[in-house]
């Protein structure tokens, strides 16, 4: 089902849930907090309640003021980050692949006869972002490139809670993945958008993956590079690994014309 640009599609059939998951043994439930408001010239200064926690080793995260500090903080992250890096990058041929393109999403379940893999590829200060929901297997994958970020991430998490309805057990997990360290710092800014637009969200949502910008950058005769391009999950067992692919189907040029001309919102596909 192909979701209208202005997501009116979306608005009938999908119902938000607020699902508290209980904590793990020894760790304290995150609870609903306090923020101030962070638009520019509001002139604003008292508190309103904001989303729920993004968190890392099940503790809240400290939205940081750059990408280095949370780096810093969270230092753990980097284990991962060089894990995926470490991967051989996978060709994936077209049978049970759904190719995303830039400021798409799709989302799916395991149980979708059709689709087994979600993927993407060409990401340079694009981010890759890979939202499931452990419980039901319920998969999102989105490729985002700082347009309509916080829209982008709501619309992924309401899909994959769409297609989770009915599942009790479980927690939303993200992985995030791409950007280098770029002369504009696009891929410095989407990373902070990206942090902050999971930390407002409905459900507590542990990150994961954070293979982004300082992390997933190199050095080729003294110029930056990103190391990983391309990502794909495995929609049953939820495995990221990096990927590239032959085939960018269906109607590849199509639905990267709408991009090159200005689209805004990101498509998104849902199966079940």
């Not at 400021?103 to 059709?114: C, H, I, K, L, M």
């Not at 696009?186 to 459900?203: D, G, I, P, Y």
Request: net charge negative; hydrophobic share 35%.
């Amino acid at each position: 089902l192909w979701l209208s640009a202005d997501g009116r599609a979306a608005s009938e059939d999908v119902v938000w849930r607020r699902r508290l998951q209980p904590p793990e043994s020894g760790a304290t439930a995150p609870t609903q907090r306090l923020c101030r408001p962070t638009a520019a010239g509001t002139g604003a200064t008292t508190a309103e309640l904001c989303g729920m926690p993004l968190l890392v080793n099940n503790r809240p995260v400290s939205l940081p003021s750059s990408t280095g500090e949370f780096i810093e903080r969270y230092s753990r992250l980097k284990e991962g980050a060089e894990t995926l890096k470490s991967k051989p990058t996978i060709k994936v041929d077209p049978p049970g692949l759904l190719y995303i393109q830039q400021r798409e999403f799709a989302a799916t379940v395991p149980q979708d006869g059709s689709v087994s893999t979600l993927g993407t590829e060409d990401a340079t200060t694009c981010h890759v972002v890979v939202l499931r929901h452990a419980g039901s297997g319920a998969t999102a994958l989105g490729h985002l490139d700082g347009s309509d970020t916080a829209r982008t991430v709501s619309k992924m998490l309401n899909a994959v809670q769409s297609l989770s309805d009915g599942s009790n057990n479980g927690r939303y997990e993200v992985h995030l993945v791409g950007g280098y360290i770029d002369e504009q710092s696009l891929s410095h800014r989407l990373t902070l958008e990206l942090l902050e637009a999971f930390n407002s969200q409905s459900e507590n949502i542990h990150l994961e993956t954070y293979c982004v910008t300082e992390l997933n950058d190199t050095m080729k005769q003294n110029v930056h590079w990103p190391v990983i391009y391309g990502i794909a999950v495995n929609v049953k067992t939820g495995e990221i690994f990096q990927a590239t692919f032959p085939d960018r189907g269906p109607d590849e040029i199509v639905r990267a014309a709408r991009t090159f001309l200005g689209g805004s919102v990101s498509l998104s596909l849902r199966t079940k």
